[in-house]
């Protein structure tokens, strides 16, 4: 399902249309040009890694020409060897899972992944060896761009004072909107940091 993924841009749509009218033109508020570029750099950053993570190729291939002479091998043979067990074996994707890998399954990609920390329902992809430090950058962005516009939104809030109600309540949410994304956000940078740096077993299976 892409559902996740379809959120996410209507929230990107969401949040640049605040920024555009309730942001972008506003005077005294302390929202210098040095800020407003940063912010543009930090999003150009983070569509890279956002594109680079779902385009990075992360899965194995499928048929290993090996897979059928180790199923030979285990029809024959009462004892087969540790190298050989059905554990690194995938009869979805017809190969022989590498004995150097944390390799897992994916049932929503339907692919083998090196690597797979978790399907990310928001990006639609799996994260795993081959894509985990663009994820990263991508979530990192995400956790600083959102701060830096809850920061504008609170600037520009008292300015809403004097204005409708409407405009008022519409700043509000968006500041919670997206205050809850840096957050959580940041809580799965501090997670993918935490898989980086902590051994693993090596383990083969599926989700």
């Excluded at 190729?57 to 024959?76: A, C, F, K």
């Excluded at 540790?82 to 399954?105: F, G, M, S």
């Excluded at 929503?108 to 994260?127: K, S, T, Y």
């Excluded at 409407?166 to 956000?185: A, K, M, P, Q, R």
């Amino acid at each position: 399902s892409r559902f996740g993924l379809y959120a996410v841009f209507l929230n990107c749509v969401f949040g640049y249309y605040i920024y555009v009218t309730r942001i972008l033109d506003r005077r005294g508020t302390g929202i210098g040009t040095g800020l407003q570029f940063l912010h543009l750099l930090l999003h150009i950053i983070l569509w890279l890694c956002f594109w680079k993570t779902r385009e990075a190729t992360i899965e194995l291939p499928r048929g290993d020409r090996d897979y059928e002479g180790v199923m030979s091998q285990l029809r024959s043979s009462p004892f087969p060897s540790a190298a050989v067990t059905p554990k690194n074996l995938c009869h979805i994707c017809r190969l022989v899972r590498p004995n150097h890998e944390n390799t897992k399954h994916c049932s929503l990609c339907m692919r083998c992944i090196p690597g797979q920390d978790h399907h990310c329902l928001m990006l639609d992809r799996c994260v795993g060896n081959g894509n985990r430090v663009y994820f990263i950058g991508y979530t990192l962005t995400v956790a600083v761009v959102c701060a830096i516009f809850c920061y504008m939104i609170t600037s520009v809030q008292h300015l809403n004072q004097k204005e409708n109600l409407l405009s008022s309540n519409l700043l509000w949410i968006t500041l919670w909107d997206f205050g809850l994304i840096s957050v959580l956000s940041s809580v799965v940078v501090a997670m993918q940091f935490k898989v980086i740096f902590t051994p693993k077993p090596l383990t083969w299976s599926d989700d």
